[in-house]
């Protein structure tokens, strides 16, 4: 059985940071992929992030220049640090990774999510 268990989030000032961590567990042959991704109320989730086994990293526009994915394929891990946040950040932040497994098909998998809220 396979886990995406999450950590970090939080409640912070507009131009603060915080940083979400990510761990994979569980009977994982390889993780090609991994990423965050976020909904607000009211909103369909987006990709905010997502950076593949070979360390090459995808932004949506809107984050871009303020939060960085990083992640240690040893580890299984996978971190998102969040800089210059702003109202328009909060949502609740979800970890995913594609994953094979010992069967050989990939399969989507998702953390439980992580509060993420930009207030003064």
């Known amino acids: 059985q396979v886990q995406l268990v999450e950590s970090g989030g939080g409640l912070v000032q507009p131009g603060g940071s915080l940083r979400l961590s990510c761990a994979a567990s569980?009977?994982?042959?390889?993780?090609?992929?991994m990423g965050w991704y976020r909904q607000a109320p009211g909103k369909e989730r987006e990709l905010v992030a997502a950076i593949s086994s070979g360390l090459v990293a995808n932004y949506a526009d809107s984050v871009k220049g303020r939060f960085t994915i990083s992640r240690d394929n040893a580890k299984k891990t996978v971190t998102l640090q969040m800089n210059s946040l702003k109202p328009e950040d909060t949502a609740v932040y979800y970890c995913?990774?594609?994953?094979?497994?010992?069967?050989?098909?990939?399969?989507?998998?998702w953390g439980q999510g992580t509060q993420v809220t930009v207030s003064s």
């Open positions: 995913s990774a594609r994953i094979f497994t010992g069967s050989g098909r990939a399969t989507d998998y």
């Open positions: 569980g009977s994982i042959f390889s993780i090609p992929d």
